[in-house]
């Protein structure tokens, strides 16, 4: 799954070798541009604090350009579940 927005550079969809297994969520209405560019791609829009699926469905989560954004206790709440963060 890739929690993003709009039509933000895409480096998942584009360089990874399967993109019929990539679930991308966003609030963004811009994702039509995105389906239209990416169409074996799953597009799901949600907010991404309160994602429309249940736990373990995905064994990775992935969002580019989104550390500088979380602070405070969502970054605690992050180390707290046992998730590996990638800088």
């Not at 360089?15 to 609030?27: D, K, N």
Request: proline share 6%.
């Amino acid at each position: 799954m890739q929690v993003q927005s709009g039509s933000a550079p895409n480096t998942l969809e584009r360089y990874y070798p399967h993109p019929e297994r990539i679930v991308a969520v966003s609030l963004d209405e811009g994702v039509r541009d995105l389906k239209h560019a990416y169409p074996a791609v799953t597009w799901v829009q949600a907010n991404g604090l309160a994602l429309p699926f249940t736990d373990k469905t995905f064994d990775v989560a992935f969002s580019n350009a989104v550390i500088e954004h979380i602070i405070g206790d969502s970054a605690r709440r992050c180390k707290r579940l046992g998730s590996c963060i990638l800088l």
